[in-house]
């Protein structure tokens, strides 16, 4: 006796193709290409598969949907009968109780039909049985709306997977399908279509969960490119607080531009909630660059400690000399615990953004603003600055204002005369912080998850690092024409770069606007009239005989490029050539830089094998179909030999499942992860916000903080990623101090250690994944570039 097998019954609006068992996909072709007859009783087909694609063409044709029913198996088990219905067969089920929230259904219990069974005799399918009459209008015109209809050919999911990694709108590469099609009506499914599927892509190139598929993601990256650092911290429950990740491209920059890093945390990423925390420097064509990354949960001085803490060993140890961050607590106090030599700067952008708001009560606000303003720029020492803030405060009965006393206690922090003794490569605020986030405005949004965001942030960078090489090649293949005849003017053409000699072009040009008065000995005083007519003296001293200038401006001191002011006493010295000293190597464009010799494989499946050979073949068939589509026969001949190499060609059938791709190894997961809880940050809610608010820092978190990490050498034992304790700067450090140094050309000792021992945690132990620098030691670089 025969065993029954009902086949759930599947909604007409839902995912068929589970059900279906093949694949159904199509070319994008009219969707009526001949007359199908009508179904009788005793017609033969070679397979169940064959008889319902005749239903469904049958379907198409009069206007009805379509489904598979059921099906009952002999006992051999092989298939003998299958029930195909109308796609409105079965009864409405609302599967929302919200009575305010129920969604349309087509099931109206429509009773058409068609039972196939296997002939015995004839080892064929015959249609034993049918019902053609419906209990429902039928449409021909809206056929290629139904469900069974829909189908995307793999040659558009194929456009559509590229459009996507390339940032293309799903709206924009729908479009360019319609145009291509011929319209509307010669698509063969619907926008909604295209993005399940670029959404199911998503989900099986990175995995389900968020946290899940950063791990995967960040292991995938560790096997990949020697160097990738990576710690996820975690609170009691197993919830994933924050993350912080570097390339080793990244890692390998904060060599040559470590110096002085812009922190901010403005920039929301994510549907969660979660801020994105760049570290940025500038490189030597005054470009932002990336020193690593995090996203965190709160803004506590918690957070930023490990933050700090755990960047601070991704980069060998060595803090960087300058940090440059607004105003929040949190921040200085993490600051003051994990970079206690470093010198740190508040952003005098933020500061001055809060005078309308702090000081528009008073009657004489708008003179207030200008004293403040001249007070703030046009102070030169630490003597003027006082002498004017004072006097400012006096005349405008500022004395009792709490909020100018707090900025004059921590005036060292911001006012430029203060801190332009040190270099800060002239940032003065957190804009190169806001410009990162801007650049990944575009590839990331509130609604982002985690795990889309890592891939979004994988061609952000690929965008940035091309942008970085096309500046290089400009640098390399031109040259800026002189404006004067002077020697220094050329002398710093030859060795800058255009941005950084485009700098000192403008001061040499300005220096037209100075006079030189000699005030005895090596003092001398410099009158500028700028372009607004103001007069301002300011004091150079210059020792000829140790070939050293220093101006009161400090330009030189805190941006590496000499003043006008210094250039017009050099002039009137007769000096035709820049001492060596004011020749800064950051700002060179012949020095042979470690860091633009990293390669990082940004996504490895584009260089697959596979992927190649289907480039070749799809550019192989635009060139015939260029030629053959300008002559029916030609194309007829063409169509008939495709089809014809279609039957001979031995292909493994495609499923869905060869869709994934792996973006990890292999291993065992001990300690399930659960994705981040959604953050509530400070202040008034965004959709609130009349204009956009200083960022204040959240409450503190109380809970425990764990670390994960991969080592390369055991790459295959992801278990054992799950720390317990996060790792102090003195224990990194105690370690650091173990390793015996290398000398090399290329590396000071601080990133040599560490480009020979990628130092992760785990628990109480330290994990160095080996680093592999052969080539870098044999000094073989594939560079056009002149060394020095």
Same mark, same amino acid.
């Given at each position: 006796?025969d065993n029954?097998?009902q086949v759930?019954?599947? !909604?007409e609006?839902?995912?068929?193709?589970d %059900?279906?068992?093949?694949?159904?996909?199509?070319n994008n072709?009219?969707?009526v290409?001949?007359?199908?007859v009508?179904?009788?009783?005793?017609m033969?087909?070679?397979?169940p598969?064959?008889m319902?694609?005749?239903?469904?063409?049958?379907?198409l044709q009069?206007g009805?949907?379509?489904?598979?029913?059921?099906?009952r198996?002999?006992d051999?088990?092989?298939?003998?009968y299958?029930?195909?219905?109308?796609g409105?067969?079965?009864k409405?089920k609302?599967?929302?109780?919200?009575?305010l929230?129920l969604?349309?259904?087509q099931?109206?219990?429509c009773?058409?039909?068609?039972?196939?069974?296997?002939?015995l005799?004839?080892?064929?399918w015959?249609?034993?049985?049918?019902i %053609?009459e419906?209990?429902?209008?039928?449409?021909?015109?809206?056929?290629?709306?139904?469900?069974c209809?829909?189908?995307?050919?793999?040659?558009?999911?194929?456009?559509?997977?590229?459009? !996507?990694e390339?940032?293309?709108?799903?709206?924009?590469?729908?479009k360019?399908?319609?145009v291509?099609?011929?319209?509307?009506e010669?698509v063969?499914?619907l926008?909604?279509d295209?993005?399940?599927?670029?959404?199911?892509?998503r989900?099986?190139r990175?995995?389900?969960g968020?946290?899940?598929?950063i791990q995967?993601y960040?292991?995938?990256m560790?096997?990949e490119?020697?160097g990738?650092?990576?710690?996820?911290?975690?609170?009691?429950?197993?919830?994933?607080k924050?993350?912080f990740?570097?390339?080793?491209r990244s890692?390998a920059a904060y060599?040559d531009f470590g110096?002085?890093?812009?922190?901010?945390t403005?920039?929301?990423?994510?549907?969660?909630?979660?801020?994105f925390?760049?570290f940025?420097?500038v490189?030597h064509?005054?470009q932002?660059?990336?020193?690593?990354?995090?996203?965190i949960s709160?803004?506590?001085?918690?957070?930023?400690?490990?933050?700090?803490?755990?960047?601070?060993s991704?980069?060998?140890?060595?803090?960087p000399?300058?940090i440059?961050?607004?105003?929040?607590k949190?921040?200085?106090?993490?600051i003051e615990?994990v970079?206690?030599n470093t010198?740190?700067r508040?952003?005098l952008?933020?500061? %001055?953004?809060k005078?309308?708001?702090k000081l528009?009560?008073?009657v004489q606000?708008h003179a207030?603003?200008?004293?403040?303003?001249s007070?703030?720029?046009?102070?030169?020492?630490?003597?003027?600055?006082?002498?004017?803030?004072?006097?400012?405060?006096?005349k405008?009965?500022?004395?009792?204002?709490?909020w100018?006393?707090?900025?004059?206690?921590?005036?060292?922090?911001?006012?430029?005369?203060?801190v332009?003794?040190?270099?800060?490569a002239?940032?003065?605020t957190t804009?190169?912080s806001?410009?990162?986030?801007a650049f990944f405005?575009?590839?990331?949004?509130s609604k982002?998850?985690?795990k889309?965001?890592?891939?979004?942030?994988e061609?952000?960078?690929?965008?940035k690092?091309?942008?970085?090489?096309?500046t290089?090649?400009r640098?390399f293949?031109?040259r800026?024409?002189?404006?004067?005849?002077?020697?220094?003017e050329?002398q710093?053409?030859a060795?800058?770069t255009?941005?950084?000699?485009?700098e000192f072009?403008?001061?040499?040009?300005?220096?037209?606007y100075c006079e030189?008065?000699?005030?005895?000995g090596?003092?001398?005083e410099?009158?500028?009239n700028d372009?607004?007519?103001?007069?301002?003296t300011l004091?150079?001293?210059?020792g000829?005989n140790?070939?050293?200038i220093?101006?009161v401006?400090?330009?030189?001191e805190y941006?590496?490029?000499?003043?006008?002011?210094a250039?017009t006493v050099?002039s009137?010295?007769?000096?035709?050539?820049?001492p060596?000293?004011?020749?800064?190597r950051?700002w060179?464009?012949?020095?042979?830089?470690?860091?633009?010799k990293?390669?990082v494989s940004?996504?490895s499946?584009?260089?697959s094998?596979?992927?190649?050979?289907?480039i070749?073949e799809?550019?192989?068939f635009y060139?015939?179909?260029?030629v053959?589509?300008?002559?029916?026969?030609?194309h007829k001949?063409?169509?008939g030999?495709i089809e014809?190499?279609?039957? !001979?060609?031995?292909?493994?059938?495609?499923?869905?499942?060869?869709d994934?791709?792996?973006?990890?190894?292999?291993?065992?997961y001990?300690e399930?992860i659960?994705?981040?809880?959604?953050t509530?940050?400070?202040g008034r809610p965004?959709?609130?916000?009349?204009?956009?608010?200083f960022?204040?820092?959240?409450?503190k978190?109380?809970?425990?903080s764990?670390?994960?990490t991969?080592?390369d050498?055991?790459?295959?034992?992801?278990?054992?990623?799950v720390?317990?304790?996060?790792?102090?700067?003195?224990s990194?450090?105690?370690?650091?101090a173990q390793?015996?140094?290398?000398?090399?050309?290329?590396?000071?000792?601080?990133?040599?250690?560490?480009?020979?021992?990628?130092?992760?945690?785990?628990?109480?132990?330290?994990?160095?994944p080996?680093?592999n620098l052969?080539?870098a030691n044999r000094?073989?670089?594939s560079?056009?570039?002149?060394?020095?």
């Amino acid at each position: 006796m025969d065993n029954l097998e009902q086949v759930e019954e599947v !909604d007409e609006v839902e995912e068929l193709e589970d %059900l279906q068992g093949v694949d159904l996909e199509g070319n994008n072709e009219e969707l009526v290409p001949e007359i199908i007859v009508k179904p009788t009783v005793g017609m033969f087909f070679d397979s169940p598969d064959e008889m319902f694609e005749y239903y469904k063409g049958y379907g198409l044709q009069e206007g009805f949907p379509v489904m598979r029913r059921s099906c009952r198996k002999g006992d051999d088990g092989s298939l003998r009968y299958v029930t195909f219905t109308c796609g409105r067969n079965g009864k409405s089920k609302a599967k929302d109780t919200n009575v305010l929230r129920l969604q349309p259904n087509q099931k109206i219990g429509c009773n058409a039909k068609l039972g196939g069974r296997f002939d015995l005799v004839t080892g064929k399918w015959v249609i034993g049985n049918m019902i %053609l009459e419906h209990n429902h209008a039928v449409s021909p015109s809206k056929s290629r709306y139904y469900r069974c209809n829909r189908t995307i050919s793999p040659f558009v999911k194929k456009q559509l997977e590229i459009n !996507d990694e390339a940032g293309i709108r799903m709206a924009q590469s729908f479009k360019s399908v319609v145009v291509e099609a011929g319209g509307f009506e010669k698509v063969s499914f619907l926008e909604k279509d295209a993005r399940n599927h670029i959404d199911k892509v998503r989900r099986l190139r990175l995995g389900e969960g968020d946290v899940v598929a950063i791990q995967r993601y960040f292991k995938k990256m560790q096997t990949e490119n020697n160097g990738f650092f990576f710690s996820l911290d975690l609170d009691e429950e197993g919830r994933l607080k924050n993350v912080f990740w570097a390339d080793p491209r990244s890692r390998a920059a904060y060599k040559d531009f470590g110096d002085v890093v812009t922190f901010d945390t403005t920039y929301l990423t994510n549907k969660y909630d979660m801020p994105f925390a760049p570290f940025v420097g500038v490189n030597h064509h005054d470009q932002s660059i990336l020193l690593g990354c995090g996203l965190i949960s709160h803004e506590d001085t918690e957070t930023f400690t490990w933050l700090f803490d755990t960047w601070l060993s991704c980069m060998s140890g060595s803090p960087p000399l300058g940090i440059i961050t607004d105003q929040d607590k949190a921040m200085k106090n993490a600051i003051e615990i994990v970079f206690p030599n470093t010198r740190h700067r508040w952003c005098l952008w933020h500061i %001055l953004k809060k005078v309308p708001e702090k000081l528009g009560r008073y009657v004489q606000y708008h003179a207030i603003r200008v004293s403040l303003h001249s007070v703030v720029y046009d102070s030169y020492t630490p003597v003027e600055f006082e002498e004017a803030w004072h006097g400012m405060l006096d005349k405008y009965d500022l004395i009792n204002n709490q909020w100018l006393n707090g900025l004059y206690e921590e005036r060292n922090r911001w006012v430029p005369c203060f801190v332009k003794n040190s270099f800060w490569a002239g940032m003065s605020t957190t804009q190169r912080s806001e410009s990162m986030n801007a650049f990944f405005d575009g590839y990331v949004n509130s609604k982002t998850t985690l795990k889309q965001f890592v891939e979004k942030y994988e061609k952000a960078m690929e965008s940035k690092i091309e942008k970085e090489w096309q500046t290089d090649a400009r640098c390399f293949s031109q040259r800026m024409p002189c404006r004067t005849s002077f020697a220094m003017e050329k002398q710093v053409e030859a060795v800058y770069t255009i941005s950084k000699f485009q700098e000192f072009q403008q001061e040499l040009a300005n220096k037209i606007y100075c006079e030189v008065f000699s005030c005895g000995g090596s003092e001398y005083e410099v009158i500028e009239n700028d372009e607004q007519s103001r007069e301002k003296t300011l004091k150079v001293f210059f020792g000829k005989n140790e070939g050293e200038i220093h101006c009161v401006c400090k330009m030189f001191e805190y941006k590496g490029i000499l003043c006008r002011h210094a250039i017009t006493v050099l002039s009137r010295n007769h000096i035709q050539l820049l001492p060596e000293k004011y020749i800064l190597r950051r700002w060179r464009k012949d020095v042979r830089r470690f860091y633009s010799k990293v390669k990082v494989s940004y996504d490895s499946r584009n260089s697959s094998i596979e992927h190649q050979q289907y480039i070749e073949e799809c550019t192989a068939f635009y060139d015939v179909a260029e030629v053959a589509s300008k002559n029916e026969e030609s194309h007829k001949n063409i169509m008939g030999w495709i089809e014809k190499a279609m039957k !001979d060609v031995s292909l493994n059938v495609r499923s869905d499942g060869d869709d994934t791709y792996n973006y990890g190894g292999s291993g065992s997961y001990t300690e399930i992860i659960q994705d981040p809880v959604v953050t509530r940050r400070k202040g008034r809610p965004p959709t609130q916000r009349k204009q956009k608010q200083f960022k204040r820092p959240k409450q503190k978190s109380n809970n425990a903080s764990t670390s994960t990490t991969v080592e390369d050498s055991e790459i295959h034992e992801f278990s054992s990623q799950v720390a317990t304790t996060v790792p102090t700067q003195e224990s990194h450090m105690t370690l650091l101090a173990q390793q015996a140094p290398f000398e090399h050309a290329f590396f000071p000792p601080y990133y040599q250690s560490w480009m020979n021992y990628g130092g992760v945690h785990h628990g109480n132990l330290q994990y160095f994944p080996q680093q592999n620098l052969e080539e870098a030691n044999r000094g073989e670089f594939s560079s056009n570039e002149p060394s020095t």
